[in-house]
C-alpha cells in the first residue's frame, strides 16, 4: 500500500470562500482521484487527478466548482469554490497501485456554514 | 446510471460470530470487486479484493465471495471483534473504465458484546 495525508484534516469555512485541500503519496503513482462523500451516504467519484493535463470529471462536478491541480506523480490539490453549506462533506483523496485496487487517504471534513 | 447496492443497512452481530455482508451489482461488465471499511472519522481502509474470474478469495479472517450468475457479491468476517464495527463498501470496476470505482451505499457492522 502507500501512505497518503490530507491537509487539511478538517475546516469550518464561511460560504463564498474557497478551501483548497492537498493530497501527498509517499510513492510516485500513476492515477490519483478525488472523492466526495457526504454525511452518512456513500463515496462519489468527483475527477481523476492527471499528471500535467486537465482533470477528467464524472458528471455534475465541473472545472469552474472543483479545479484540480497534479504537478507531479506524489501530490494533487482540490478546490472547493465559492463554498456553500451543501459543500459540507469528506473530500478524499484516492491513488491507484496496482491493478485497479485503489487506496485512500484520510480525508479533510468540511463544514460550511 | 447502473450502480453497486447492498442489501442490508445496518447488521448487528455479537462478538465472536461470523459475519456476512451482502452486494449485488447491476453492470455485467464489472470484472474487479473491492471491499472497504471505513471507521468513524477515517479514510476508506482496503480489506479485500477479487477479480471476475474467481468466485472466492481469503484473506485473514475475511473471505469474499463472488457469484457472477447472479451478480451477488458477499463479505464474511470470521469470528467477529469488536473492532471489525464500522461501515463496509463493496465497489466495482467495469472493464474498461480506468478504475473508476462505483461504491455501493454501505452497510454499518455493530458488534454487540
Known amino acids: 500500500s502507500a501512505v497518503i495525508s490530507q491537509k487539511p484534516s478538517r475546516d469550518i469555512c464561511q460560504r463564498g470562500t474557497s478551501l483548497t485541500i492537498q493530497c501527498q503519496v509517499d510513492s510516485q503513482v500513476t492515477m490519483m482521484f478525488w472523492y466526495r462523500q457526504q454525511p452518512g451516504q456513500s463515496l462519489t467519484l468527483i475527477a481523476t487527478?492527471?499528471?500535467?493535463?486537465?482533470?477528467?470529471?464524472e458528471s455534475g462536478f465541473v472545472i469552474d466548482k472543483f479545479p484540480i491541480s497534479r504537478p507531479n506523480l506524489t501530490f494533487s490539490t482540490l478546490t472547493v469554490s465559492n463554498m456553500s453549506p451543501e459543500d459540507s462533506s469528506i473530500y478524499l483523496c484516492?491513488?491507484?497501485?496496482?491493478?485497479?485496487?485503489?487506496?485512500f487517504g484520510p480525508g479533510t471534513r468540511l463544514l460550511v456554514l | 446510471g447502473e450502480s453497486v447496492g447492498l442489501h442490508l443497512p445496518t447488521l448487528s452481530v455479537q462478538e465472536g460470530d461470523n459475519s456476512i455482508i451482502n452486494c449485488a451489482y447491476s453492470n455485467s461488465a464489472s470484472d474487479y470487486f473491492i471491499w472497504y471499511k471505513q471507521e468513524s472519522g477515517k479514510g476508506p481502509q482496503f480489506i479485500i479484493d477479487?477479480?471476475?474470474?474467481?468466485d472466492k478469495r481469503q484473506g485473514q479472517r475475511v473471505t469474499v465471495l463472488l457469484n457472477k450468475t447472479v451478480k451477488h457479491l458477499s463479505l464474511q468476517i470470521a469470528a467477529t471483534q469488536p473492532g471489525d464495527s464500522a461501515v463496509y463498501f463493496c465497489a466495482d470496476t467495469p472493464t474498461g473504465t480506468a478504475s473508476k470505482l462505483t461504491f455501493g451505499t454501505g452497510t454499518r457492522l455493530q458488534v454487540t458484546l
Open positions: 484516492s491513488v491507484r497501485l496496482v491493478y485497479e485496487t485503489q487506496y
Open positions: 487527478a492527471n499528471q500535467g493535463s486537465e482533470a477528467t470529471y
Open positions: 477479487i477479480r471476475s474470474n474467481m
